[in-house]
């Protein structure tokens, strides 16, 4: 290539605070995605291969198809406690990791792994602390010949990450938070959960305001 677009390493991220990112622990990802209009959060492509949450700051990886020269770069760069959120443009065909890589990204301390596209040894993975999520799961391993880009907006399963976003995930999927939006965010997020709590522990649930929109629709009330 003549110029270096396809091919770059940003090292230079800007992570958020600690504090600003605990803000968010234990939340459900749901919680958090009602907040953001639910528009922030991952589809249902995505997968929790082991079911544990995770939190912490997007490092992004952008990969061509079937190819994951630049995410071994990226294991090697990133910082513990970062989530590697990986954009594999969604292929199904090729694994991006498997168990070698994943064990050696849990021993760096890396807080995460966010596949966007396919793995490979579910049964290890599945059994691993760090947080895993994927869109499938094949055999069939990938090429190392590049290109590929570290620390540009990527997207998975219809969830566009940009370099530093808050990530929050648990079974359900993952949610994307802007830094700058992320106390307004995180506020809302705990009052709607805690409000929640209290509504299944006394076994009760406000139907009040969908009486009230039925009402206001109009509805045909047939009784025979």
């Known amino acids: 290539m003549s110029n270096h677009v396809g091919f770059r390493a940003y090292t230079n991220l800007k992570r958020p605070s600690a504090k600003l990112m605990e803000a968010f622990r234990d939340i459900p990802s749901s919680n958090i995605a009602d907040q953001m209009g639910r528009l922030y959060n991952s589809g249902s492509a995505l997968k929790a291969l082991n079911r544990r949450p995770l939190l912490g700051p997007a490092f992004t990886?952008?990969?061509?198809?079937?190819?994951?020269?630049?995410?071994?770069?990226?294991?090697?760069?990133?910082?513990p406690g970062d989530i590697l959120v990986v954009d594999g443009e969604g292929d199904l065909e090729h694994s991006l990791m498997?168990?070698?890589?994943?064990?050696?990204?849990?021993?760096?301390?890396?807080?995460?792994?966010?596949?966007?596209?396919?793995?490979?040894?579910?049964?290890?993975?599945?059994?691993?602390?760090?947080?895993?999520?994927?869109?499938?799961?094949?055999?069939?391993?990938?090429?190392?010949?590049?290109?590929?880009?570290?620390?540009?907006?990527?997207?998975?399963?219809?969830?566009?990450?940009?370099?530093?976003?808050?990530?929050?995930?648990?079974a359900d999927g993952i949610v994307a938070i802007?830094?700058?939006?992320?106390?307004?965010?995180?506020?809302?997020a705990r009052k709607k959960f805690e409000a929640e709590s209290a509504a299944l522990e006394k076994g009760s649930f406000n139907k009040k305001w969908v009486l009230e929109t039925i009402e206001k629709s109009e509805v045909q009330i047939i009784t025979q």
């Open 178 to 188: 802007r830094p700058a939006d992320a106390e307004e965010i995180a506020r809302a």
């Open 98 to 170: 498997g168990e070698m890589m994943a064990t050696y990204c849990q021993k760096r301390g890396i807080g995460g792994l966010v596949i966007g596209g396919c793995v490979r040894d579910i049964d290890a993975l599945e059994k691993m602390e760090i947080p895993i999520y994927a869109m499938g799961v094949t055999p069939q391993g990938p090429y190392k010949n590049g290109p590929g880009e570290i620390n540009v907006p990527v997207s998975i399963a219809g969830l566009v990450v940009m370099p530093g976003d808050i990530i929050a995930g648990d």
């Open 61 to 79: 990886v952008k990969l061509p198809q079937g190819d994951n020269l630049m995410l071994h770069y990226a294991m090697e760069i990133a910082k």
